[in-house]
């Protein structure tokens, strides 16, 4: 797929931040380390071109991804379309999953993330992983969302965000009308819909920018009920290996896809963009060539029987937020 052939990417609002973007974006999380090992800066750079070539332009990134920014920020340097793409990071969460939530630890956090990119300002800071152990520590004054009010203040970030897979701690921060986006995972794909169930309603009354992570929950919606994303490697759930029951309601997902001629990795990413609350979703890759798997998947026409046959399959459940 050329840049030149690549099909034009759907936009939408990013809530009410004034930026509008793809509603394909990138997740950096694996871009240097891949899934299975180590990968040269040459092959993040590689990855983070091919996406601004096909058009995407969000893209999410967090210090506790290693040297996810920086190669960014390399990438950045040398590509005409680097003004247009929207970078989302995070603070709070350092290698090796260290919580620093404190006031002096944010403004460190947002300093080395503008020189890693290379930036002078971030356009999304969001406080990564809320949860209720670190809430009294985030909300203090010497806290992240001090922090992070002031950088904004000084224009060293544009707009604050939050991002979780715990309902009820996502939902809490969203009450707080504090956050202009809200980045939620784990539970919102084609297997379980439990924290879009818990928060989709709250962030659009507030008009909040809403981006989806693991929408192929871990690998499994991409790779199917065969085989993990490394091969000989079990088929893979949250990154972890998928328990039978899991697998076999995979088994039946494929069978639909089949049956329509979709492939899977496309009903999983527009299960969830077909809820226009959403404003991006960010699947990972690291290289050009899954950029361009994940442009396919995005693209393809999916036929109303298909997604008709597929509802019993997709595990809907109500929760309350609170």
């Known amino acids: 797929m050329t840049a030149e052939a690549a099909p034009t990417l759907a936009t939408a609002p990013l809530g009410k931040t004034g930026h509008a973007v793809t509603r394909l974006g990138l997740g950096a999380a694996h871009i240097v380390g891949g899934q299975g090992g180590d990968l040269s800066d040459d092959a993040a750079i590689a990855t983070v071109h091919r996406a601004l070539d096909v058009g995407i332009t969000y893209l999410?990134?967090?210090?506790?991804?290693?040297?996810?920014?920086?190669?960014?920020?390399?990438?950045?340097?040398?590509h005409p379309r680097a003004s247009e793409l929207f970078i989302a990071t995070k603070i709070g969460l350092l290698p090796g999953h260290l919580p620093d939530y404190s006031y002096?630890?944010?403004?460190?956090?947002?300093?080395?993330?503008?020189?890693?990119?290379?930036?002078?300002?971030?356009?999304?800071?969001?406080?990564?992983?809320?949860?209720?152990?670190?809430?009294?520590?985030?909300?203090?004054?010497?806290?992240?969302?001090?922090?992070?009010?002031?950088?904004?203040?000084?224009?060293?970030?544009?707009?604050?965000?939050?991002?979780?897979?715990?309902?009820r701690a996502v939902a809490?921060?969203?009450?707080?009308?504090?956050?202009?986006?809200?980045?939620?995972?784990?539970?919102?794909?084609?297997?379980?819909?439990?924290?879009?169930?818990?928060?989709?309603?709250?962030?659009?009354?507030?008009?909040?920018?809403?981006?989806?992570?693991?929408?192929?929950?871990?690998?499994?919606?991409?790779?199917?009920?065969?085989?993990?994303?490394?091969?000989?490697?079990?088929?893979?759930?949250m990154y972890q290996d998928a328990p039978a029951d899991l697998v076999a309601r995979v088994r039946s997902i494929e069978a639909v896809c089949a049956r329509h001629q979709v492939p899977l990795r496309a009903a999983a990413l527009q299960f969830i963009l077909r809820d226009d609350r959403v404003s991006t979703i960010i699947p990972g890759a690291f290289s050009p060539a899954h950029v361009d798997d994940l442009v396919a998947a995005v693209t393809t026409d999916i036929p109303a029987a298909c997604w008709d046959e597929l509802a019993p399959l997709t595990g809907e459940r109500e929760v309350a937020a609170q």
């Open 104 to 167: 002096a630890g944010v403004m460190r956090n947002i300093e080395t993330s503008l020189e890693r990119f290379g930036q002078p300002m971030l356009h999304l800071a969001q406080i990564h992983e809320i949860q209720e152990e670190h809430w009294e520590q985030v909300w203090s004054p010497d806290g992240a969302v001090a922090a992070l009010q002031k950088a904004k203040e000084q224009h060293l970030i544009g707009h604050i965000g939050i991002t979780g897979s715990d309902p």
């Open 60 to 78: 999410d990134t967090a210090p506790l991804y290693g040297e996810s920014e920086r190669c960014i920020g390399l990438a950045l340097r040398d």
């Open 172 to 237: 809490r921060a969203i009450e707080t009308d504090v956050f202009e986006t809200v980045l939620i995972w784990r539970t919102f794909h084609l297997l379980d819909q439990t924290i879009a169930t818990a928060t989709l309603d709250l962030a659009a009354e507030r008009n909040m920018g809403v981006i989806v992570g693991t929408p192929f929950a871990g690998s499994i919606l991409a790779t199917g009920a065969q085989t993990g994303p490394l091969p000989g490697e079990a088929p893979q759930f």
